[in-house]
């Protein structure tokens, strides 16, 4: 009964009024602002690495670092294995376009979170709720923005996280989820319990690591299917439009999973990145813009394109029909997720080193993604209490959290999958209304910024 209440509220929410509307704001932004996505590539990179933190606030690259810790998880391995699952290799296309013109949204969400932050406890808050509060003038709904967000951070998405965590490790090295989800929890706990400035210090450092080195492996992969590599092109893009017989039935469905997971993955438009965004030190609110643009493309133009790269040179996957019978099914008996991973790795290397590399990312990936949710429902919850958390209400948070991670580890993966579905599709729907009412104040802040690097260049 619950899971058809789940699927029923999921169909809502992400129906084809939704793609549309995430589609045509990140089109809209892209053309208002000449496609900033591709004029300021240089100088996206130009302010990841010159900024620097301050006692209010952490640098450009620790704002970066914290939020592709949270763009660069689950989504990025067991996304895009569901997403070819269930609407074909087209679907991979479908999140490259989503993440082509979600980085023009994720720069209005993250410049706005600028614009709008506040200083509370010490440091820099903001957010959706702060810039539709301060932005619209209207408290109702920016609490109702600040709710969603503190149930889905705290209670429908950090499962999904939890549960990969468990479910890979499980399969590869035989030890329990208990065992394992109780070593990330204590982990996490000496984190949360340390702040924003731990927060963004611990995602420094193993945000590049956990990506060069999974990036690292996929390019040896690719490297060795290099021949492959304009059959998988063609492959990917005749089954986004409808071109090839065999994926046909799921074409429509290959739109609706590529830009679902898309936004899962990357996050823009969702508006949790503005929540790190905010708390950047930074000299022009467009910088973090810029900063939080770029993390687009490296979660789904690199990560995820290596991923569905391995799983479809290797054939490591099943696609499933509209009718419940299987289009293809390449690898039978294995489920939609991060064995299509595994499986794709050790296609390639022996003793199961697939599964053994993709369970040790996962924990990378999902314990930086965890602490991202952590950080993004405080953030709400701080606001919530509209002054300072009081101390104890926000022990009692940290503790509840830490046990949602702790049990959301012992779901079905599937039930997971669509409870942190939800949580994504509520947020994203009453941002992304809110980045075309706030169209007016980002463009002005656009233009500011264009008025004063002309001078910087000129200088």
């Known amino acids: 009964m619950l899971e058809l209440i789940v699927d029923k509220v999921n169909d809502i929410i992400w129906s084809n009024l939704f793609i549309l509307l995430a589609l045509f704001t990140g089109l809209y932004f892209s053309i208002r602002t000449g496609f900033l996505q591709i004029r300021f590539i240089r100088r996206m990179l130009h302010l990841l690495?010159?900024?620097?933190?301050?006692?209010?606030?952490?640098?450009?690259?620790?704002?970066?670092?914290?939020?592709?810790?949270?763009?660069?998880?689950?989504?990025?391995?067991?996304?895009?294995?569901?997403?070819?699952?269930?609407?074909?290799?087209?679907?991979?296309?479908?999140?490259?376009?989503?993440?082509?013109?979600?980085?023009?949204?994720?720069?209005?969400?993250?410049?706005?979170?600028?614009?709008?932050?506040?200083?509370?406890?010490?440091?820099?808050?903001?957010?959706?709720?702060?810039?539709?509060?301060?932005?619209?003038?209207s408290r109702k709904y920016a609490l109702a923005f600040a709710f969603v967000t503190l149930i889905s951070c705290t209670f429908l998405l950090p499962g999904v996280q939890s549960n990969s965590i468990a479910v890979s490790v499980e399969h590869a090295f035989a030890v329990s989820p208990i065992t394992i989800i109780s070593i990330v929890v204590a982990f996490m706990a000496v984190i949360i319990f340390g702040g924003v400035k731990r927060i963004g210090k611990v995602a420094e450092v193993i945000v590049p690591f956990m990506a060069i080195g999974y990036i690292g492996m996929a390019i040896v992969i690719i490297f060795i299917n290099f021949k492959e590599i304009p059959s998988v092109f063609q492959l990917i893009i005749s089954s986004a439009f409808n071109a090839n017989a065999t994926f046909s039935g799921v074409f429509g469905m290959a739109i609706a999973w590529g830009v679902k997971r898309g936004i899962y993955s990357n996050e823009a438009g969702q508006g949790t990145a503005p929540h790190a965004a905010a708390a950047a030190e930074v000299n022009h609110p467009l910088e973090q813009g810029l900063v939080q643009a770029f993390s687009v493309y490296i979660d789904t133009i690199l990560v995820c394109t290596a991923t569905a790269f391995m799983i479809i040179f290797t054939n490591a996957y099943n696609v499933m029909g509209p009718e419940g019978a299987f289009i293809v099914e390449y690898i039978p008996g294995i489920e939609e997720g991060p064995a299509f991973t595994q499986e794709a790795i050790n296609s390639y290397f022996p003793n199961n080193i697939g599964g053994k590399f993709v369970a040790i990312a996962l924990v990378f990936f999902t314990f930086t993604t965890l602490m991202a949710y952590y950080y993004y429902a405080e953030t709400n919850l701080s606001f919530l209490s509209k002054r300072n958390i009081p101390n104890l209400l926000l022990q009692a948070f940290r503790i509840v959290f830490l046990i949602i991670v702790f049990f959301g580890a012992l779901h079905e993966a599937?039930?997971?999958?669509?409870?942190?579905?939800?949580?994504?599709?509520?947020?994203?729907?009453?941002?992304?209304?809110?980045?075309?009412?706030?169209?007016?104040?980002?463009?002005?802040?656009?233009?500011?910024?264009?008025?004063?690097?002309?001078?910087?260049?000129?200088?």
């Not at 440091?123 to 959706?128: L, N, T, V």
Request: glycine letters at 14%; aromatic letters at 14%; zero cysteines.
């Open 49 to 137: 690495f010159n900024g620097k933190a301050s006692d209010k606030g952490v640098s450009s690259f620790q704002a970066f670092a914290i939020a592709i810790s949270g763009r660069v998880g689950t989504g990025n391995i067991a996304g895009v294995a569901t997403a070819i699952a269930m609407g074909g290799p087209g679907a991979i296309f479908w999140m490259w376009v989503i993440a082509f013109v979600g980085a023009a949204t994720a720069a209005v969400e993250a410049s706005l979170g600028q614009y709008y932050k506040v200083i509370r406890e010490g440091q820099y808050r903001g957010g959706p709720a702060f810039y539709i509060e301060r932005g619209l003038k």
């Open 414 to 459: 599937n039930f997971a999958w669509k409870l942190g579905d939800i949580g994504v599709g509520l947020m994203a729907w009453l941002n992304i209304v809110a980045l075309l009412l706030l169209r007016k104040k980002f463009m002005e802040i656009y233009k500011d910024y264009r008025r004063k690097f002309k001078k910087i260049k000129n200088t």
